[in-house]
């Protein structure tokens, strides 16, 4: 579920950017910003996907970012309403909200900075997890059996000690 609405979130992110940028021109780096965290988080998401059931700590991680994705995307679907909505006001209208306009845009980049600094401690605790990935990945590389490793020159010398090969047994190698 996480996965889908980061997916969702991070290609409207990357349409705004690229077609609607003059909507977000006065918070367009922090946009930015917050598109390259998310997509470390999707890396993360995508990697820990067969092991999230197993672990609890992955499954607290994967909380933690689908919560701070519903907050990214509300947020980012807030400002682009209100800026096309201002964007569409005539030259008499944007004249009377010539000072709650500006205060909207800091209080969005202040969102933008508040969720960029939660996506920042989530990555920080997301060692835990990267350390449970690892852990889960030690645990199965240990079941799996693996072929005894054999140098070849013992394998010769046991071959003609054995005299498999009776004619070759009693010359030196």
Do not use: W
């Amino acid at each position: 579920m996480s996965d889908a609405a980061l997916t969702f979130l991070l290609e409207n992110l990357k349409q705004l950017l690229c077609y609607k940028a003059d909507l977000i021109l006065d918070v367009k780096d922090q946009v930015e910003f917050l598109y390259d965290d998310l997509s470390l988080f999707k890396a993360f998401l995508k990697d820990s996907t067969e092991k999230r059931n197993k672990n609890a700590t992955l499954q607290e991680l994967v909380k933690q970012i689908r919560d701070v994705v519903y907050v990214a995307e509300d947020t980012v679907d807030t400002f682009v309403a209100q800026a096309a909505v201002h964007k569409s006001r005539t030259s008499i209208e944007r004249a009377f909200h010539i000072f709650d306009y500006p205060a909207k845009l800091r209080r969005v980049g202040k969102k933008i900075e508040g969720i960029r600094a939660r996506v920042m401690d989530i990555y920080d605790n997301k060692k835990f997890g990267l350390e449970a990935l690892q852990d889960g990945e030690r645990s199965t590389k240990s079941k799996e059996k693996k072929a005894p490793i054999v140098e070849e020159d013992n394998v010769i010398n046991d071959l003609h000690s054995s005299k498999m090969f009776p004619s070759q047994a009693d010359s030196p190698i």
